[in-house]
């Protein structure tokens, strides 16, 4: 096949687009539109970020987006940061969703608990229940603008809560119940919410975790005027716990009253707040990150109608948290006339079979899952082409970290060699994705088919000029529309800038190592900083040493995120002791707790080690990431200088230690 790079005006992968496919539509449209050659993929890609106004706009077109006011500009000031999009129109995320009400006889949302109940929301009811849940909203004086925040599990409730949040132009955001008081509200707190929707119980590993006294700390500490209780297991918020001056209602009567007929969006600009999602908090209070309704209708609807070709009458099943931004996205499979799958509880439990035998009991078009979880099949010898029916599966969708070639090794002979295994990566940042795959494109071991349409994606070398076929800097040449509007609260936009331009001016820095291959496809090596990464969901190192530091006798802590060449991630947290403080079993498990409770399950190490110190940069940083490079592998003349460690005789550890890494995993391979 000839290489992306040799065919003219190509910039992905040389493919036919599939036939058949909406895709294959989408470009038949834009050759007839504007008389260019789109013949496959490559050169449709490189028109896309060619032209990304023209393109954009042509997505709107053929998805029929709903506006009250058309658009005057696609892209005005075309620019990285400060690129406004879709510039007069007026419209509404929900409008998208509710336009297939009467229209479609299939659910919109099916839900299945940990064990094992099932409910369908039909289309109709899915409305009724929005339209619902704004009067309420309404009713308790929210207005567009405001804040409505969720601390809740994966359900309808979250779904529903959403929707009617975004459909009267408040601003939404949510994290999981396994999350504690703390780190909730680290999120939470700061956008000051006028309502609290929450959960007073959840289902994890068959166990029902009680969240109630979470969740009174959190009306404490958020002081909405409107709580939304959610009842799981049967328990109930008391009276007693209620404090005064904040009205508390069931979710039942939040959804109660009825009126459809007469339910009205609120109409906003294109770059009203839609969601705030959270950054890990690396280095911090987690940023929160903002995203506006016309970006994220257009890019969700590109990604999951054009790239996954989902339809009315698709089944969607992606395993996800309230955590994790791909619940963001497939909500948005709602969009598009597709069912989607939610599961309330533990993707292993009662077996690591869960996932698949829903998946078939579902007749799921599509199954997303993450590389932890696929590795947790192999491990129980699972064989799903073997035990299930899933003859409705068109592709299994993986993301949050890494693939292994030998996951696809595996998935080719247990789950069947003609259902493919697609990687595809993106972010939080953007709540979407920049590589994955597409109808046509070939999937190669180990790699991810290509970048996705409208996204200028390459890899950048330390001069900012990109390179092929050797590990960069994953960046973005060219604004894409579910871009954030900013960061909450960064008035002059200076932490933004920060974040993501201030290594290459003008030029979106991910932080991902990423090797762009001479055949258009990627390989993403995971994170160039210290985010740690649970199975998708980001997490900061300082959510971590908030919590270790200074408690049960731990004088500094630190914690690395690192993905082994096998494809594994561990994540080992190394303790240095107070003074007269041993660190025994004992306080590593009080460790182990305090974590679990004030973080969440996703924040305990998978190891802990005790050592006499960390060391650091000469102005007092902790050294991150060059030892998450060592535990990678890397020679360590290669990731640090001696001369600027405080203290380069503790370095040799962490060398010792990836050399004991290699060892189990070369002994586990044999």
């Not at 992968?13 to 834009?30: E, K, L, N, Q």
């Not at 956008?191 to 959840?202: C, K, M, Q, S």
């Not at 001056?245 to 459809?260: K, L, N, Q």
């Amino acid at each position: 096949m000839t290489a992306a790079s040799d065919r003219p005006g190509a910039s992905g992968p040389g493919a036919p687009i599939g036939a058949g496919s909406a895709m294959g539509r989408f470009a038949a449209r834009v050759a007839s539109r504007h008389g260019v050659d789109v013949s496959d993929y490559g050169l449709l890609h490189a028109w896309s970020v060619a032209h990304p106004g023209t393109f954009w706009g042509e997505v709107w077109d053929f998805f029929e987006v709903i506006s009250s006011r058309p658009y005057d500009t696609v892209l005005e000031e075309p620019r990285m940061p400060g690129a406004r999009w879709f510039t007069g129109a007026r419209l509404n995320y929900v409008d998208q969703v509710l336009r297939h009400v009467g229209r479609l006889d299939t659910p919109a949302v099916v839900v299945i608990a940990e064990d094992g109940t099932r409910r369908e929301v039909r289309w109709d009811e899915l409305g009724e229940r929005v339209a619902a849940f704004a009067a309420t909203l309404r009713d308790a004086g929210v207005e567009p603008g405001d804040r409505v925040v969720g601390y809740l599990p994966n359900a309808d409730e979250a779904i529903v809560a959403f929707l009617g949040t975004a459909a009267v132009g408040a601003v939404w955001a949510c994290c999981a119940p396994d999350y504690g008081a703390s780190a909730a509200s680290d999120r939470l707190a700061q956008l000051e919410p006028a309502v609290l929707v929450g959960a007073t119980a959840y289902s994890f590993g068959g166990v029902l975790r009680d969240r109630r006294d979470v969740l009174t700390e959190l009306v404490d500490r958020l002081d909405p005027r409107l709580v939304v209780t959610v009842t799981r297991g049967g328990l109930e918020v008391e009276p007693a716990d209620q404090p005064a001056g904040t009205r508390f209602v069931t979710w039942s009567d939040a959804v109660a009253t009825a009126g459809i007929d007469t339910f009205r969006t609120e109409q906003v600009a294109p770059d009203h707040p839609l969601w705030v999602l959270f950054s890990s908090g690396t280095t911090g209070i987690p940023k929160g990150i903002v995203h506006g309704h016309a970006g994220v209708v257009v890019t969700h609807l590109l990604m999951l109608g054009l790239h996954q070709d989902l339809s009315a009458g698709s089944t969607l099943f992606w395993y996800t948290t309230t955590n994790w931004m791909l619940w963001n996205v497939v909500v948005s499979a709602l969009l598009a006339g597709v069912t989607t799958v939610a599961y309330e509880g533990s993707p292993l439990f009662p077996t690591a079979d869960r996932l698949w035998e829903i998946a078939e009991r579902e007749r799921a078009t599509q199954l997303g899952t993450s590389p932890g979880l696929l590795r947790a099949a192999v491990a129980a010898g699972l064989r799903p082409g073997d035990d299930h029916d899933l003859a409705h599966l068109t592709q299994i969708m993986v993301t949050g970290a890494p693939v292994a070639e030998s996951l696809y090794d595996w998935a080719a002979d247990a789950v069947s060699p003609d259902i493919p295994l697609i990687s595809t990566s993106g972010g939080t940042d953007v709540v979407s994705s920049f590589v994955g795959g597409a109808p046509g494109l070939p999937v190669h071991r180990g790699e991810i088919p290509g970048p996705l349409l409208g996204v200028a994606v390459a890899a950048f070398d330390d001069a900012g000029r990109p390179v092929r076929d050797t590990v960069g800097e994953l960046v973005v040449t060219v604004p894409m529309p579910s871009m954030p509007l900013g960061f909450w609260r960064d008035v002059n936009g200076e932490r933004y800038h920060e974040a993501y331009f201030a290594t290459f001016p003008g030029v979106w820095r991910h932080g991902d190592w990423a090797t762009h291959t001479s055949r258009g496809t990627f390989v993403v090596h995971g994170r160039s900083d210290s985010t740690l990464n649970r199975n998708g969901v980001r997490i900061g190192s300082a959510d971590l040493y908030q919590v270790v530091e200074g408690a049960a006798g731990v004088a500094e802590a630190l914690v690395l995120g690192v993905e082994r060449p096998d494809g594994s991630y561990r994540m080992p947290m190394f303790l240095v002791p107070q003074d007269g403080h041993a660190l025994d079993t004992e306080a590593i498990e009080l460790i182990r707790h305090k974590l679990r409770t004030e973080g969440s399950p996703r924040h305990v190490p998978d190891e802990f080690h005790v050592v006499p110190a960390v060391p650091h940069t000469k102005t007092g940083k902790k050294l991150e990431v060059p030892l998450k490079r060592i535990l990678q592998g890397a020679d360590p003349n290669e990731v640090l200088s001696a001369g600027a460690i405080d203290r380069p005789e503790l370095v040799p550890f962490y060398v010792d230690l990836a050399r004991r890494w290699a060892d189990e995993e070369s002994s586990a391979d044999r």
